[in-house]
C-alpha cells in the first residue's frame, strides 16, 4: 500500500509511519517540521526502502494537489496537528488544515478510476471524549471544528473518508505532557507524582501501536464514510493506571529502599474533580476491518521497557561526561 501520512513526525503519526514502513508499505511523511529536526521516534523508519519525508505545510493546497497527483497514495492518514493556542493559528492549522488535504484528495479522488478509486482512503482519527460536560481548550475546540469539516465536507462531496476515534493513547515517544509520561518520570527520578482528583479520574487507555494498525486497518478495509471505535477495553482509573506501572517497576527496578514505587504516589483532592472516561464498542472494527490490538499490558510494558532503556543510556552518558 502507498500512504500518505500527514503529522507523520508526531507521537501517533509516527506511530503509524514506523508500523507502516515496518509491514513494507510506501510511506510519504508530510510534515512541516525542518527536515534537519531530528525526530528519535523515526529512528526505525529513516533508513527503511520505500520511506521518504517532505517538509511541507499542509495548508499550502496547490502543494498537497502537487503531492497527491504526483505520490498516487492508496490512502491519506489524516494526523497533522497544531499545539499553537493562538486562534489564529489554530483555525489555520487545524481548519484549514483539513479543508486543504480534503480539497487535494477530492479532487485526486475524481480523477481515479476502477480499482484505484474503489480503494483510495482518507483516514483521520478524532478523540473520543467523555459523554460528562467539560470547558474544552481552544486546541480541542479547533480540532472539534476540524472534525465535523472533515465529515461534513467528505459526505457532500461523496468522499471516502474513515474516522478512527480512540481515548488515550500512550507508548515510547509519547509527549512529555501525558500523564503517563509525568508518571514515569516522577518514579525514574524518584519524585512524588500528584494524582489529582484522587485519582478517580477514568481514561480509556490505548497503546499507540495498537492505534496505528487500527488506523491501517481502516485505510485498507473500511468501507467509505465509516466511523470505528478503536479500544484494548482498558478503561481504568488514573490511580489503577499507577499502580500497575509501580507493579511493574517493583518487579523491573525495585527501589533501593526496598519500599514500593507506590510510595511515591500522592493522593491530591477528591472525587468529585473526576472525570469518566468515553464510552468505545470496538466490536465493529475488530469484525469489520479484522483489528487485532496486543492490548494495555502488551503496551504498558513496551512503554517501560522504552523508558529504563531510554533512562539507562541518559544516566551512562552523563556519567561520560563528568569523567571527561
Not at 507521537?11 to 503509524?16: L, P, Q, T
Not at 507524582?193 to 497503546?207: M, Q, S
Not at 479500544?231 to 514500593?260: F, H, K, N, W, Y
Request: aromatic share 6%; glycine share 8%.
Amino acid at each position: 500500500m502507498r500512504v500518505l501520512v500527514t503529522g507523520g513526525c508526531g507521537f501517533i503519526g509516527s506511530a503509524v509511519v514506523r508500523l507502516a514502513v515496518e509491514r513494507g508499505d510506501h510511506v510519504l511523511n508530510l510534515d512541516r517540521r525542518k527536515k534537519t529536526t531530528p525526530i528519535p521516534a523515526l529512528g526505525p523508519a529513516m533508513q527503511r526502502e520505500g520511506y521518504a519525508r517532505l517538509e511541507a505545510d499542509i495548508t499550502d493546497r496547490s502543494m498537497i494537489r502537487a503531492i497527491l497527483r504526483e505520490f498516487s497514495p492508496d490512502a491519506v492518514i489524516h494526523l497533522a496537528a497544531s499545539s499553537d493556542d493562538d486562534p489564529g493559528g489554530l483555525v489555520d492549522a487545524e481548519i484549514g488544515g483539513a479543508f486543504a488535504v480534503l480539497e487535494a484528495a477530492r479532487q485526486y479522488h475524481e480523477k481515479l478510476a476502477g480499482e484505484a478509486r474503489q480503494r483510495f482512503r482518507i483516514v483521520h482519527a478524532e478523540r473520543a471524549e467523555s459523554d460528562s460536560p467539560q470547558k474544552q481548550t481552544r486546541v480541542h475546540a479547533a480540532r472539534g471544528a476540524a472534525s465535523v469539516l472533515l465529515d461534513r465536507w467528505a459526505r457532500a462531496n461523496d468522499l471516502p473518508l474513515v474516522t478512527c476515534v480512540a481515548g488515550e493513547a500512550f507508548g515510547p515517544w509519547q509527549p512529555n505532557t501525558s500523564f503517563l509520561a509525568q508518571l514515569v518520570a516522577s518514579l525514574l527520578y524518584s519524585q512524588p507524582f500528584p494524582l489529582l482528583a484522587a485519582g478517580e479520574t477514568v481514561r480509556d487507555w490505548l497503546p499507540v501501536r495498537d492505534f496505528a494498525s487500527g488506523l491501517l486497518r481502516a485505510a485498507e478495509a473500511a468501507p467509505a464514510q465509516s466511523r470505528f471505535d478503536l479500544s484494548v477495553g482498558a478503561e481504568r482509573r488514573d490511580i489503577d493506571v499507577a499502580g500497575s506501572v509501580c507493579s511493574l517497576m517493583d518487579e523491573r527496578s525495585p527501589m533501593p529502599t526496598g519500599q514500593s514505587w507506590s510510595s511515591l504516589l500522592v493522593m491530591e483532592g477528591d472525587a468529585s474533580g473526576a472525570t469518566p472516561g468515553p464510552m468505545l464498542d470496538t466490536v465493529e472494527a475488530e469484525r469489520d476491518l479484522g483489528w487485532r490490538p496486543q492490548g494495555f499490558h502488551a503496551g504498558l510494558d513496551r512503554l517501560l521497557t522504552w523508558a529504563l532503556a531510554s533512562y539507562a543510556a541518559s544516566q551512562a552518558r552523563r556519567t561520560a561526561v563528568a569523567a571527561e
